[in-house]
T-cell receptor, first 115, second 114 residues
């Protein structure tokens, strides 16, 4: 499978614990995005990388969230001291385009449940 | 704040009929619009896009119409099939020259009846 891969697909954790999600984009794509989707809503932009550089972060990304893409390939999204409001689907997407148009290829997401 | 929204949260059609899903946007500066399909348990899948210098674009069984005067976007699906059942999102990118920081609407659930 050469699509965007995310793991784990599901994570249940207790409030206050740290969690980390991994995204492996399509190999030739230089842009990688993280979005968050809550039940019944559309995805919301969190942050994006061009190669290894994190170029922008949404106001939704509090200090408890950190994303990295150390070698310009896979990316991790870590949430520290999780809260119940962090429960959501975390979607990763990638693109080879450097502009604002063109297809974003989404992964199947990592669903987080914070108890 | 400005947002992308949808007129109807659910739509039910008979198999073989045409479907029309509507979307209203409020950011007049938006230059690029996309429709995504999301099946249960999966990530959004790109269907078709359109730039603001166009008012219509056709794909395979799908057509997107853009009316900039009333800030309205629609997705037409011809001869719907059971596999078309999903949630459909419209999205806009107000920052066409930058990254794809898409603003998604709430979504319309399309159900195809046999």
């Amino acid at each position: 499978d050469t699509g965007v891969s995310q793991n784990p697909r599901h994570k249940i954790t207790k409030r206050g614990q740290n969690v980390t999600f991994r995204c492996d984009p399509i190999s030739e794509h230089n842009r990688l995005y993280w979005y968050r989707q809550t039940l019944g809503q559309g995805p919301e932009f969190l942050t994006y990388f061009q190669n290894e550089a994190q170029l922008e972060k949404s106001r939704l990304l509090s200090d408890r969230f950190s994303a990295e893409r150390p070698k310009g390939s896979f990316s991790t999204l870590e949430i520290q001291r999780t809260e119940q409001g962090d429960s959501a689907m975390y979607l990763c997407a990638s693109s080879w385009r450097t502009g604002g148009t063109g297809e974003l290829f989404f992964g199947e997401g990592s669903r987080l449940t914070v108890l | 704040g400005e947002s992308v929204g949808l007129h109807l949260p659910t739509l039910s059609v008979q198999e073989g009929d045409n479907s029309i899903i509507n979307c209203a946007y409020s950011n007049s500066a938006s230059d690029y619009f996309i429709w995504y399909k999301q099946e249960s348990g999966k990530g959004p899948q790109f269907i078709i896009d359109i730039r603001s210098n166009m008012d219509k674009r056709q794909g395979q069984r799908v057509t997107v119409l853009l009316n900039k005067t009333v800030k309205h976007l629609s997705l037409q699906i011809a001869a719907t099939q059971p596999g078309d059942s999903a949630v459909y999102f419209c999205a806009e990118n107000p920052w066409d020259q930058g990254a794809q920081k898409l603003v998604f609407g709430q979504g319309t659930r399309l159900t195809i009846n046999p």
